[in-house]
């Protein structure tokens, strides 16, 4: 079966300080990986994808992601964390059924502090 | 990417009533999904809003309960039956489009008193 893990409920950084958030995956097939934020009382918002190709992906906002295959991982990383940052972030899979629909991990809320 | 809109953007209901949730996009778009996301917890796949024909649902959630309308490529309506505490969430409709990108609508945040 398909899954998406985000080992970590919450992640603390000073601002300034480099970010990193996890996120692991378990596919059948080539995977199509995104990651997504949630403010407070808002939707979803698109911040990259990785298809295929290289494996660092940059995306909005400064994040960038890094592909790993051997470890099955794609982390959201960030060099410099600003306090804007503190949010509610979600990494998902496409389903290799080809249907479109993605699959969540369960989220994990970063705190960037002053 | 696409404007995504939702109506009503947040309610609250009594139990036993039903709320029709709609979704509209600026542009036409073939895979349109609905999906749900309970207090604290992540999103859950509801279903696909297929047009012209009936949505296809994923398991635990079934047509009765979350009627689903695709009139158009550009509009779909969720509806919530028969609500309990239980369904008290936010209700976020989705698009795909270009390469696979999938946008998400403000969401509808839904109280069952």
């Known amino acids: 079966a398909q899954s998406v893990a985000q080992p970590e409920d919450q992640v603390n950084v000073a601002e300034g300080n480099p970010l990193t958030v996890k996120c692991t995956y378990s596919?059948?097939?080539?995977?199509?990986l995104f990651w997504y934020v949630q403010y407070p009382n808002r939707g979803l918002q698109f911040l990259l994808k990785?298809?295929?190709?290289?494996?660092l992906v940059k995306g909005s906002y400064g994040f960038e992601a890094e592909f790993n295959k051997s470890q099955t991982s794609f982390h959201l990383k960030k060099p410099s964390a600003l306090v804007s940052d503190s949010a509610l972030y979600f990494c998902a899979v496409r389903d290799s059924s080809n249907t479109g629909k993605l699959i969540f991990g369960q989220g994990t809320t970063l705190q960037v502090k002053p | 990417s696409a404007v995504i809109s939702q109506k009503p953007s947040r309610d609250i209901c009594q139990r036993g009533t039903s709320l029709t949730i709609q979704c509209q996009v600026d542009s036409q778009v073939t895979m349109m999904f609905w999906y749900r996301q309970q207090p604290g917890q992540s999103l859950t796949l509801i279903a696909t809003a297929n047009q012209g024909s009936e949505a296809t649902y994923e398991s635990g959630f079934v047509i009765d309960k979350f009627p689903i309308s695709r009139p158009n490529l550009t509009f779909s309506t969720l509806t919530v039956s028969n609500m309990s505490p239980e369904d008290s969430s936010i209700y976020l409709c989705?698009?795909?489009?270009?390469?696979?990108?999938?946008?998400f609508g403000p969401g509808t945040r839904l109280t069952v008193t």
């Open positions: 989705s698009v795909v489009i270009g390469a696979l990108e999938q946008y």
């Open positions: 596919v059948s097939g080539n995977p199509y």
């Open positions: 990785y298809i295929t190709g290289d494996n």
